[in-house]
């Protein structure tokens, strides 16, 4: 039983396209992020969501805009795809919202790697 | 500017004996460290984590060290294994107060370990 899942795993599409990935954590908890993977490896985090509420939004292109229909589910939409976009994006979730404390670690889903082309 | 850095990109030790990765950080407000541990084609899980009012915390095999006046953590596994195989990423947060500060998670660009048999 899968606890944070994320759809697609794989997505390559061409520059200039809007695509979507989705997210979903059967946790109970109530704060969800996206981070970014980019080709240097480095984990950064995009956007935080409490009970549906944005909490965190980094400095991202408004290109990029997260929705969270209910506290289990944070989907990110992509528009107008460029070729910097191509990096894994991974969802996580935990009971709190930020700072970390034992018992508030983040869970991370399997990431959904994006080539745009 | 990075405020996490590994600089070690990968590490190799042989079965049995200890390994040990390194992490510094450059900024003072940092409370509370954390280890995640990735393996190829999943999320990060959260391995370990210690506050900053703790020098050392152990969990089975797994032993991080923090050092706050030289900013630099370590986390020692002992005795390796080859299913320790995978990449270490060593994460911080902070809380300050005010200034917007959010706690998010800052994370190093990992650390690739291989444990041979």
């Known amino acids: 039983d899968t606890a944070v899942s994320q759809t697609p795993k794989y997505l390559v599409t061409q520059m200039g396209n809007d695509k979507s990935i989705k997210c979903e954590q059967n946790?109970?908890?109530?704060?969800m992020y996206w981070y970014k993977q980019d080709s240097k490896k480095f984990l950064k985090i995009m956007f935080s969501?409490?009970?549906?509420?944005?909490?965190i939004n980094e400095t991202v292109p408004n290109r990029f805009s997260p929705k969270s229909p209910d506290k289990a589910h944070l989907n990110l939409h992509i528009n107008s795809l460029e070729l910097g976009d191509s990096a894994v994006y991974f969802c996580?979730?935990?009971?709190?919202?930020?700072?970390?404390?034992?018992?508030?670690?983040?869970?991370f889903g399997p990431g959904t790697r994006l080539t745009v082309l | 500017d990075q405020q996490v850095k590994q600089n070690s990109p990968s590490l190799s030790v042989q079965e049995g004996r200890i390994s040990i990765l390194n992490c510094d950080y450059t900024n003072s407000m940092f409370d509370y460290f954390l280890w995640y541990k990735k393996y190829p084609a999943e999320g990060p899980t959260f391995l370990i984590s210690i506050s900053s009012i703790k020098d050392k915390n152990e969990d089975g095999r797994f032993t991080v060290f923090l050092n706050k006046s030289a900013k630099h953590l370590s986390l020692h596994i002992v005795p390796s294994q080859p299913g320790d195989s995978a990449v270490y990423f060593c994460a911080a947060s902070a809380v300050f107060r005010g200034s917007g500060n959010t706690g998010k998670l800052i994370f190093g660009q990992g650390t690739t370990l291989q444990v041979k048999p």
């Open positions: 969501y409490n009970n549906k509420e944005l909490i």
């Open positions: 946790l109970g908890h109530d704060t």
């Open positions: 996580a979730s935990s009971q709190e919202v930020p700072p970390n404390r034992p018992g508030n670690e983040q869970f």
